[in-house]
């Protein structure tokens, strides 16, 4: 804890500050016509949701909630029977460079195709459907370069470190079907294969405040790791505000063969409470049992615990989301180690948006000497979007990002490591 408490001291107070102040990205449907990251954007305020007697805008990744004044992207087709459709995609071509003797320089081409399809059934329930596929098996099984990030394996036989390993080809494949109890509660049961467990804040790639971020977060094994898991049974009960649930999941993360699907176990077990006071919050805290998550440790059992917010608004001068959050890992042999996250979007308007990452870690993977370290970046980004049809924006975007930890620990990395990207991404919906 005393090293992770030292590196977020590293953090300049006014990049602090200013992260603070500046949240984030989407924003309520009625009052602009496309979200930053493009396309259409469904009045999803009167769409109900499929968890519950809510606006389908307070849905996030798998069961997990945001905001509800959080809009939601995508193409509608609306001549389908009894079915609500909806489709997503984006495409992102990626210059990456990372500095140092522990830094790489790559290209790479990366993205993700999402369909959802919902209906009313005959008690007033609903039916849900959802799948999404990922481009990133096809950049290399080693994944791009990324300093300060580990977690999972390349090639079945050692750690993946200074790089961020790529997903499945399938992120998701699931069905969720929900019950009204009561006026403002339900019963919902949410089965996926793979599926996101009920721990940790929405998946980064999902979260309003780190749509336009390409780069994936230093502190991801502490918060979200679990977001493509191979086997998910979740229960839950939404009573206006809140929301409680329980899962049953594999606690194993996806091998090093991207393309094909897991065996699914069922041998762990997480708890979240989630509560939206107002439109603009959403606040989760939940706790997880892994059995036996990495692979290169079979005999180490974890437990999870995080704790996060997310804010979104919209203002005369754009939209505002920001997360905070935070996240302990405990394995079995005792050792402990903490993660903190605040990340944020501002969209000025249709075209340009701005964002921001702060997050420290403590890590025992980054060097080869025992014992943990505190680590840390800092990312700062901007993008320019262009629409090319009222469903379709091409952007155009850069970060530069950080490094920071004590100076015996980034020796080997050159004394100041940095990173930065830059990046054309294609949307459509």
């Known amino acids: 804890m005393r090293n992770f408490l030292a590196c977020l001291l590293l953090l300049p107070a006014p990049v602090m500050a200013q992260a603070v102040d500046h949240a984030a990205h989407q924003m309520p449907a009625p009052a602009m016509d496309h979200a930053a990251h493009g396309g259409m954007v469904m009045p999803t305020s009167t769409m109900k949701g499929a968890l519950g007697p809510y606006a389908m805008s307070r849905e996030a990744s798998g069961t997990s909630w945001q905001p509800d004044a959080t809009s939601h992207a995508g193409i509608h087709l609306s001549d389908t029977g009894d079915w609500m459709v909806m489709g997503h995609a984006k495409l992102l071509g990626v210059l990456d460079s990372q500095s140092g003797p522990r830094g790489d320089s790559m290209g790479f081409v990366t993205g993700m195709a999402m369909g959802m399809a919902s209906r009313e059934l005959p008690t ?210 005792g050792e402990s180690a903490n993660a903190g996250l605040l990340e944020a979007t501002w969209l000025l308007d249709t075209d340009w948006s701005l964002f921001a990452r702060g997050e420290v870690v403590e890590s025992g993977e980054l060097v080869p000497e025992p014992g943990l370290f505190g680590a840390g970046d800092l990312t700062l980004g901007v993008v320019r979007d262009f629409p090319l049809s009222e469903n379709v924006r091409i952007g155009l975007g850069g970060l530069y990002a950080f490094k920071f930890a004590p100076p015996s620990a980034l020796a080997p990395y050159g004394g100041g490591p940095r990173g930065a990207m830059a990046f054309v991404r294609l949307v459509a919906g």
Do not use: C
């Open 124 to 333: 007033g329930g609903t039916l849900a459907l959802r799948g999404m596929l990922s481009l990133d098996p096809f950049m290399g099984k080693r994944g791009y370069p990324l300093l300060l990030a580990a977690g999972e394996t390349a090639d079945g036989v050692t750690h993946l470190v200074n790089r961020q390993h790529p997903h499945e080809l399938v992120m998701e494949l699931s069905a969720s079907i929900s019950q009204p109890v009561s006026q403002s509660g339900s019963l919902f049961l949410y089965l996926g294969y793979p599926g996101e467990p009920a721990l940790g804040p929405g998946a980064y790639m999902h979260r309003p405040s780190a749509l336009d971020n390409p780069a994936t977060p230093i502190s991801h094994h502490w918060l979200d790791s679990t977001h493509i898991t191979f086997g998910v049974a979740t229960a839950g009960f939404v009573h206006d505000k809140w929301k409680f649930e329980v899962s049953q999941f594999t606690g194993r993360e996806p091998d090093q063969f991207r393309f094909d699907f897991d065996e699914a176990k069922f041998d762990s077990t997480a708890l979240r409470l989630t509560f939206n006071p107002t439109t603009n919050w959403s606040m989760q805290a939940s706790v997880g049992w892994l059995k036996s998550p990495e692979a290169l440790h079979p005999g180490d059992n974890e437990q999870r615990a995080t704790i996060s917010a997310t804010w979104a608004q919209i203002f005369d001068f754009g939209a505002l989301s920001l997360t905070a959050a935070f996240g302990n890992k405990r394995l079995s042999d």
